[in-house]
């Protein structure tokens, strides 16, 4: 050694490592102190002693199924590909979304995250500018499941529900559930709905001006007339003669008069005898009419129709009510004939008493829509109601199994058809759910659904659709609550129950 070397002031060489690991030793014991004196702490507090137990895991956290706490090692997995197919691959791309207005429906399968509709913002929004829907799907898939869900969410955000005719008397408890009011109808039921109710005054006309009397007593005559002629359409099967359109006119006026005079209101029983005593009109057209009709009208007030719509309404329409609906199930095993009459009166009924701008914002939903379809008279009335849903605030949803269910109203190429197509043109929100192989073409060109779609229809899972609107296609998967899947399930276990139900109260 140097004696340079040796006489050199000894230079204290600051040891960065060194302190590093004493930091660290010292950081960690002040953390166990803390933590010390926090249990000790803990161990002395009353409250801990209370009904609530301490944490029992440990530093790592709770241990539970994927929290990724524990001793679990998170292993992420490459995906080997090649960089030609990484330059032209778009991994994260989303579908569009409606955005976060209006209530839940479920999740965006296609990765837009919740899935949220609500038609009257839609409509405000201008993405949507018809307020109807129809839903399409093969038997137990989910679409009455989906319409009692978006119904009961609405309701419960301040919305009404009217159910135009529950076939199967599924909604019954959905309504019950939301505090609303059922009326039954069907052979021996003992409830009676009069078609010619004048239904509710609403202040504002379709224009939104104040409706004068004149005005309202003018809506009232069509609506009457539009449901006799539909009655009497349904029950001859052919159009009516210019005579007997007359003489039904002239005793839909006599039988109001003699209502009046009873302090009443007209029901069907005062337009046949205006009728009868038509039957000796000296202009033998206007006999033969009135006795053609009188003939037919009779139908109304005997055999598996008595009782159901010869008298005043028994029940009473709750238009305050959160929800209401027509129960016809009891119906089921009647004629032909007899279900298309009560569907048209019940859903005319309904229709009158719902169409009314002051009643606030309502859906009114068609369940098993496919009978109202095959009735040209019922489907008539449907697309002239249609087209005033939004004067009244109203938002239709037709439930039907495939878009061909819409050629049951008529031969391809007839007038009938294009209405029901007129029908599906007007839904400007149309679901579709899983489809079977027959119906998957029709679908496919009627509703002009890309190659994907087309084939996603085939496969998609229950309560999972395919929803189209405002130009744009969405996968949603409709989530149900538990106390929601109880409510809405139509296990046949369950829907026996209902009818035994429904048989005690009957
Ligand atoms: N989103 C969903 N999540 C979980 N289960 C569901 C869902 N939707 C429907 N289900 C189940 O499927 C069953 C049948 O549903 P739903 O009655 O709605 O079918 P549907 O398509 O209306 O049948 P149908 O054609 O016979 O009227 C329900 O009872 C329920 O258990
Ligand atoms: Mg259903």
């Known amino acids: 050694m140097s004696p340079t070397t040796k006489n050199r002031p000894k230079i204290e060489v600051f040891d960065f490592y060194q302190a590093n690991r004493e930091g660290k030793r010292a950081s960690i014991t002040s953390t166990r102190q803390v933590i010390k004196a926090l249990k000790a702490a803990q161990d002395q507090s009353p409250e801990t002693t209370g009904d609530f137990p301490r944490p029992t895991w440990g530093r790592g956290g709770q241990r539970r199924p994927r929290s990724l706490h524990g001793i679990g090692i998170l292993r992420t997995r490459g995906v080997p590909t090649t960089a030609h197919t990484g330059a032209t691959a778009y991994p994260y791309v989303a579908g569009t979304s409606l955005g976060a207005d209006g209530l839940y429906i479920g999740r965006d399968l296609n990765g837009g995250g919740a899935f949220c509709f609500d038609p009257w913002q839609l409509y405000e929004r201008g993405i949507i500018s018809g307020m109807s829907m129809i839903l399409f799907g093969q038997v137990g898939v989910g679409k009455s499941s989906l319409a009692k869900s978006f119904a009961v969410r609405l309701v419960q955000a301040g919305r009404k529900l009217s159910v135009a005719s529950d076939k199967k008397g599924e909604w019954t408890r959905v309504v019950h559930a939301l505090g609303g009011s059922v009326i039954q109808v069907g052979p021996g039921m003992g409830t009676r709905i009069n078609p010619l109710d004048p239904g509710t005054r609403p202040s504002l006309n379709a224009q939104g001006e104040p409706l004068s009397d004149e005005g309202w007593a003018m809506t009232v005559r069509t609506r009457r007339m539009a449901i006799l002629v539909t009655l009497v359409r349904i029950l001859t099967n052919r159009e009516l003669s210019p005579a007997e359109h007359h003489v039904l006119s002239m005793a839909l006026d006599t039988g109001v008069q003699a ?95 719902v169409t009314t701008s002051d009643g606030g914002q309502r859906i009114v939903v068609y369940e098993e829509g496919w009978d109202n379809i095959s009735s040209e008279a019922d489907l008539r009335r449907m697309v002239e109601s249609w087209k005033l849903a939004r004067a009244y605030g109203i938002f239709n949803v037709l439930i039907l199994h495939k878009i061909a269910d819409l050629d049951m109203a008529g031969d391809r190429g ?93």
């Open 259 to 353: 209502a009046q005079t009873r302090g009443g209101i007209v029901i069907i029983p005062d337009v046949i005898d205006a009728l009868e005593a038509a039957k000796d009109h000296p202009d033998r057209l206007v006999a033969e009419a009135s006795s053609v009709m009188a003939m037919t009208l009779h139908r109304m007030t005997t055999g598996d129709l008595a009782g159901m719509f010869d008298g005043e309404t028994t029940a009473h329409f709750a238009a305050d009510a959160p929800a209401t609906s027509i129960d016809t199930s009891a119906l089921q095993g009647a004629s032909p004939e007899a279900v298309r009459v009560v569907n048209a009166c019940s859903g005319a009924w309904t229709e009158a008493m």
């Open 414 to 506: 007839s007038k009938m058809a294009a209405m029901a197509k007129s029908l599906l043109a007007d839904a400007d929100v149309k679901v579709i759910y899983r489809q079977d192989r027959s119906a998957l073409r029709v679908t496919t060109d009627e509703l002009e659904l890309s190659d994907r779609e087309r084939s996603l229809l085939k496969y998609l899972d229950e309560g999972v659709g395919l929803w189209r609107l405002g130009g744009s296609s969405f996968q949603v998967k409709n989530d149900l609550t538990r106390v929601e899947l109880g409510l809405f399930n139509t296990d046949e276990r369950l829907v026996t129950a209902t009818a035994t139900e429904r048989q005690a109260r009957a």
